[in-house]
């Protein structure tokens, strides 16, 4: 059995590297862009580049398809390759509606087909340590900011801020309350996001997605009972409550997509996954119409 991929893009690209390490690639799907498909012959010369998605769909032998394509393609292309009997990885978000997701989520489990969706922080490892420290050290506030530019022809909701979501109700649950912060002006609604999530037991999280900004930094502030880290890009912090500052504590040493995408892999073989995603992707979906995005 092998796998295909349909979209081969900036992210596509770095899918079907990883994948290829894993799997066999037999197809790859794109509209037509001259550079990608040189690109796809040059670097991967035994996948076969196709125009079309029928041979992917009706070959028996491709048991997985990978979906890299803009946001507004994720469901019907994900919902077209579960129809024709094909297990299914697709980036983050899953649908545009709660309605498209969870249509998905009933069509795989009926069909018996392995449903995975790519929230990919939800397999760093900073974030994997994250989950393991406040097992005994909770959480009592979170402040999440990603700083970026660019990315415009995407919903900022879809394509930002569920990130965001996944990584803050994966270590906190689902949020009691959500206040959206008003921007003072139009631009800034569509580029800028500030909000506040109240959960039980007084535990608060704010969150910011600006994609206006001139420096790139995703950065995670994390207050527990009896510590604070700071997560920023692929390192985690401690304060170290007697020199009085922030020393490193931990560094990736591996790559969350390689991580993200052996556990589809594995998902696939032997149907032990380490999140339960599709829940998360349902999650960040719903949060987002509850503030009125």
């Known amino acids: 059995m092998s796998y295909a991929i349909i979209g081969l893009g900036k992210w596509g690209k770095n899918l079907i590297k ?13 509209k037509g862009n001259q550079k990608n498909i040189s690109w796809l012959k040059k670097n991967f010369p035994k996948v076969k580049y196709v125009d079309s998605l029928t041979p992917i769909f009706m070959d028996r032998k491709i048991s997985s398809v990978i979906i890299s394509t803009p946001i507004k393609s994720h469901y019907s292309l994900s919902l077209s390759a579960l129809k024709h009997g094909k297990n299914v990885f697709v980036e983050k ?31 760093h490892p900073v974030f994997i340590k994250i989950h393991k420290l406040i097992q005994n050290d909770p959480i009592v506030y979170l402040d999440s900011s990603w700083e970026k530019y660019g990315t415009f022809n995407e919903d900022i909701g879809l394509n930002l801020l569920t990130h965001q979501f996944s990584i803050i109700t994966s270590l906190l649950g689902t949020p009691q309350k959500i206040i959206l912060h008003n921007q003072p002006s139009k ?9 506040d999530m109240k959960f039980k037991q007084n535990i608060q999280a704010r969150v910011l997605t600006n994609r206006l900004s001139s420096k790139k930094r995703f950065l995670i502030t994390i207050l527990t009972k009896n510590n604070i880290y700071i997560w920023e890009n692929d390192e985690l912090y401690k304060f170290d409550k007697i020199k009085k500052t922030f020393k490193l504590f931990f560094r990736s040493k591996i790559t969350p997509l390689e991580i993200e995408c052996k556990e ?30």
């Open 18 to 30: 990883e994948f290829s390490k894993l799997e066999e690639i037999s197809y790859c799907y794109t």
């Open 93 to 123: 978000p899953l649908g545009t509606t709660l309605r498209q997701c969870s249509s998905l989520i009933k069509i795989a489990k009926k069909q018996n087909l392995k449903l995975f969706v790519g929230h990919i922080f939800l397999y």
């Open 187 to 195: 631009k800034l609604e569509k580029n800028l996001v500030c909000l």
């Open 264 to 293: 589809f892999v594995n998902y696939v073989n032997s149907n032990i996954v380490l999140f339960n995603n599709t829940k998360q992707a349902l999650t960040a979906i719903k949060l987002l119409k509850e503030t009125a995005f």
